[in-house]
């Protein structure tokens, strides 16, 4: 038997004192377990960093911003799982788990196997499934904007993006450079698909980005109301858009660089961390042992 520990985001929009107790005893089938509560913001990342030395098994109970804490904190290959309590919970989708938190912490304390996966970095920085540069990123800022302390679901992504793009009118000229490449006016770097979800639907923006690879990249070159039509038939329903010449793809690098014109919005696994002119993504090839 494994000995554990849970860190819990209480502020999560899935966690609450029921959810917690059933999961925190689903896991304890599994053995020995403590638990700690993390009480600011950047602080799972300590925790788990301090975890690393004395536990089989870690185990994150938050949402996608809590995940992209822990995993900045890991050191080493303690296997790591992830427990949904957010309102996207695009990791814990995105390898196979189970969408219910307590479903979930019942597969991950019986779970005899593992997975070693890759993760992105963006300027230093760890993320688990995806980074964006721009109109992505400003989304992101627009939805944290109208956020009464919980966070909101992937419907008030859609109606983001569909409020920014009715206010450029369906236009965005190219306003960064990725090197090597040419220019683009905004840009996506995944290392699995799908890496994002229109409601329950998912999105094949990178689709043959894999957990197991380097990073994929895609940025429409400019951006046009007809792009705009084939790109949401082509991600949503047949993905054609990484073959078409509107489009900048990379498949599997580990390096991307990205020059903006002006410092513009990033994000990172749904998480806004300010403004940059100058982004260098790069996997991180085999870093995460995961608990799957």
Same mark, same amino acid.
């Given at each position: 038997?494994?000995?554990? +520990?849970?860190? =819990? %985001?209480? /502020?999560?929009? @899935?966690?609450? *004192?029921?959810? $917690? #107790?059933? &999961? ?115 989304? +992101?800022?627009? =939805? %944290?904007? /109208?956020?009464? @302390?919980?966070? *909101?679901?992937? $419907? #008030?992504? &859609? ?134």
């Amino acid at each position: 038997m494994r000995r554990a +520990v849970l860190i =819990v %985001n209480p /502020r999560a929009s @899935g966690v609450t *004192p029921a959810r $917690l #107790a059933a &999961v925190r005893a689903e896991l304890a089938a599994g053995g020995p377990l403590d638990e700690l509560v993390t009480e600011r913001a950047g602080q799972a990342s300590e925790l788990v960093a301090q975890a690393c030395g004395d536990y089989d098994a870690i185990y994150v109970f938050a949402g996608d911003g809590g995940f992209n804490e822990a995993v900045n904190g890991m050191r080493g290959q303690v296997p790591i799982g992830f427990v949904p309590g957010g309102a996207s919970n695009v990791l814990p989708r995105a390898l196979g788990l189970p969408g219910d938190a307590v479903a979930a912490a019942r597969r991950l304390a019986r779970a005899d196997r593992t997975r070693r996966i890759s993760l992105g970095v963006a300027n230093g920085r760890r993320f688990t499934f995806a980074a964006g540069v721009g109109l992505d990123a400003e989304i +992101v800022r627009a =939805v %944290n904007r /109208r956020r009464d @302390g919980r966070r *909101p679901g992937d $419907l #008030a992504f &859609v109606w983001e993006l569909v409020k920014l793009v009715a206010a450029c009118r369906g236009r965005l000229e190219p306003s960064l450079e990725i090197e090597g490449h040419g220019r683009a006016a905004f840009a996506v770097v995944a290392n699995c698909d799908p890496w994002t979800y229109a409601g329950p639907f998912p999105v094949h923006a990178t689709p043959l980005a894999r957990f197991e690879l380097g990073l994929d990249l895609i940025a429409p070159r400019r951006v046009t109301p007809s792009v705009l039509v084939q790109t949401g038939w082509s991600v949503l329903v047949r993905p054609a858009h990484i073959r078409s010449p509107a489009f900048v793809h990379l498949h599997d690098a580990d390096r991307i660089a990205v020059r903006c014109d002006a410092p513009t919005p990033l994000e990172l696994d749904g998480e806004d961390v300010g403004d940059a002119d100058r982004i260098l993504f790069e996997a991180e090839r085999e870093a995460l042992t995961v608990l799957v």
